[in-house]
């Protein structure tokens, strides 16, 4: 298949994927992932919103209907990220930490006062700065799990490049 036909990159991947979504999604990627999604869903919704199929499975990227989709050898989850990032150059484009882990949707900035009700004691004192997702609402900040994230991202991109 085409290195990519579409302007954005957006993926949408299988159910099988499920741990590469949330490591696209660290490293500021749009990745879809429905886990009740079967492969006719698939194939439409990655049609009608322009996104590239990451699978592991040769026989859903083989269907007429695929416009561009990619086969992800590793079962690792690191080593799938890396295939991802490198077989669509990804690298320039790293963006971390401005879509939801869970939902994928886009992060905004929030002040503290809009959703200080929400926080635990100890992040209320703590920190100050915070987004949330503009789907699910999820909060986020740069707690004590930062710094592993931005390693972990770190270690990657040194790894591809």
């Known amino acids: 298949m085409s290195k990519n036909p579409f302007p954005d990159i ?4 299988d159910v099988h994927l499920g741990k590469l979504a949330r490591s696209l999604r660290l490293f500021g990627f749009d990745a879809y992932c429905d886990p009740n999604f079967n492969d006719n869903e698939i194939i439409s919704y990655a049609g009608t919103d322009k996104r590239i ?32 990032i490198r077989r669509f150059d990804l690298i320039s484009r790293v963006n971390p930490f401005i879509r939801c882990m869970e939902c994928n949707g886009p992060l905004e900035e929030v002040t503290k006062e809009e959703i200080i009700d929400r926080l635990f004691p100890k992040t ?3 920190y100050s700065n915070f987004k949330r997702c503009t789907v699910c609402t999820r909060i986020y900040w740069a707690g004590s799990h930062y710094e592993r994230m931005r390693k972990y991202i770190d270690s990657v991109i040194k790894d591809v490049n």
């Open 124 to 126: 209320r004192e703590f």
């Open 10 to 13: 957006k993926f949408i991947l």
């Open 53 to 84: 199929i990451l699978t592991r499975d040769k026989e859903l990227l083989l269907r007429k209907e695929v416009i561009d989709g990619f086969r992800v050898l590793s079962q690792n989850p690191d080593e799938q990220l890396k295939e991802v």
